[in-house]
């Protein structure tokens, strides 16, 4: 009945916002989010699309406001998700700009290794409309790439630009800057996949409780522990460490659409699960929070 983690057009995915709510329908889903990456174009659209809107009232259907930060501390890469935030909140808003810059430079960056590497450049038509979109991600670039035949599919296009090695040092925002940005704005602060993601190193639980310690001090308010990569028994444990350390369990899919395999509802490795509401106790926190 839970997914709180996914990815429209507006970002990363490849699916309409319009089709995620189809789907979340036929899936019987209760409360959902959208969470695009360093924007909230796509939970905006839908909140502010009346028809949508009573689509998911007339299936009993809870939306959450969502997003998903791309940040760095020191060394740590982490994935912060923020809900039910205030959307005109000015701290908020200068992390998703501060965001957007940060990819506008990795973008470029990317563009330019890849010509120099191999020789490969973009018109400036399609370079020029990929620079004005909401969002400025490996996944547009990889599509361009394959739209001028320059690979077969997305995976070899992936492939290459990973090959480019571009550094993230100065590319993600400081967590400490999203952190600030989601509790200005009353929102909550959620660990994204906290043993690494789709193509990320594992990290060790130790590593887990690290980062844990240097972001709850800061506003950090739960984890999620549910997620389509992680075994049961890796669940459990991330379980565990939210007790320990007094956080919400959140459960979320990532869905990407065609950009990654995992689909709606997948909350552990290979499986769809309808988590009750009381095993997700962000849904109660959240609830409070309104």
């Known amino acids: 009945m839970v997914d709180l983690h996914c990815h429209s057009k507006f970002s990363d995915g490849t699916d309409t916002v319009d089709k995620i709510v189809d789907k979340w329908i036929d899936l019987n889903l209760k409360f959902v989010s959208i969470t695009d990456h360093d924007t909230i174009g796509g939970i905006q659209y839908l909140f502010s699309n009346d028809a949508l809107m009573q689509k998911l009232k007339i299936n009993g259907i809870c939306c959450i406001k969502g997003i998903e930060f791309s940040c760095i501390d020191d060394n740590d890469k982490i994935h912060i998700l923020a809900y039910n935030y205030d959307d005109q909140n000015l701290a908020f808003n200068e992390a998703i700009c501060e965001g957007k810059a940060r990819r506008l430079k990795k973008f470029i960056a990317r563009a330019d290794k890849l010509k120099e590497t191999y020789g490969i450049e973009f018109d400036d038509d399609s370079y020029q409309k990929m620079l004005d979109s ?13 739209k001028d035949g320059k690979f077969k599919d ?3 296009a992936y492939n290459c630009l ?11 925002i400081d967590a400490s800057l999203a952190m600030h940005g989601i509790v200005d704005a009353g929102g909550i602060a959620v660990w994204a996949h906290p043993l690494g993601g ?3 190193p594992r990290i060790s639980y130790n590593d887990v409780e690290r980062i844990i310690q240097k972001l709850k001090p800061l506003g950090l308010k739960g984890l999620e522990c549910y997620y ?3 075994t049961e028994e890796e669940i459990e444990k991330l379980i565990s460490i939210a007790k320990k350390y007094d956080l919400a369990v959140s459960a979320g899919s ?5 950009n990654k395999k995992t689909g709606l509802k997948e909350l552990t490795k290979g499986k769809v699960l309808d988590l009750s509401v009381d095993k997700v106790t962000l849904i109660d926190m959240i609830n409070k929070n309104a």
Not at 162 to 167: A, D, G, T, V
Not at 254 to 258: F, L, S, V
């Open 154 to 156: 997305m995976w070899e």
């Open 254 to 258: 990532d869905y990407h659409g065609k």
């Open 162 to 172: 990973n090959s480019l090695n571009i550094s993230d040092s100065d590319t993600r």
């Open 228 to 230: 389509s990569l992680y």
């Open 198 to 200: 789709l193509g990320e």
């Open 134 to 146: 909401d969002y400025m991600g490996k996944p547009i670039m990889a599509r361009q790439l394959v």
